[in-house]
């Protein structure tokens, strides 16, 4: 990952892994730049907004970002043959606040004093 700021509030995010390679920018203006130097530089294709990366589904709308693993969990329900399985509802309260302190004993804390 590497990170290049400009000004006081204008930031160009890259992120890398073998051949694959997403960016995003809070400057249109650094997009633009990175985009004309990188093909300059290197034969690459431009997929124009991301969908997918390294397993992950991107969705995007206006200023929203959500990421899921969607299709790897189809994909694992379907090789274990669990496709036609019936979804249960998990077993949590809902819209609780999670907190750091809950009061109850560190399982580290515990492990250490026996």
Do not use: W
Not at 24 to 35: A, G, P
Not at 43 to 53: K, N, P, Q, R, T
Not at 77 to 89: E, I, P
């Amino acid at each position: 990952m590497y990170v290049k700021k400009s000004g006081k509030e204008e930031l160009l995010i890259v992120c890398l892994y073998v051949d694959d390679m997403i960016y995003m920018s809070t400057s249109e203006k650094l997009l633009t730049e990175f985009r004309a130097s990188m093909k300059k530089e290197f034969e690459m294709a431009d997929f124009g907004l991301l969908h997918y990366f390294l397993g992950l589904e991107v969705e995007q709308e206006h200023g929203s970002i959500f990421v899921s693993q969607r299709k790897y969990a189809k994909d694992l329900l379907k090789k274990f043959g669990m496709h036609s399985c019936k979804a249960a509802t998990t077993p949590m309260k809902n819209n609780e606040k999670l907190t750091r302190d809950d009061g109850m004993v560190s399982v580290m804390k515990q492990s250490l004093e026996a």
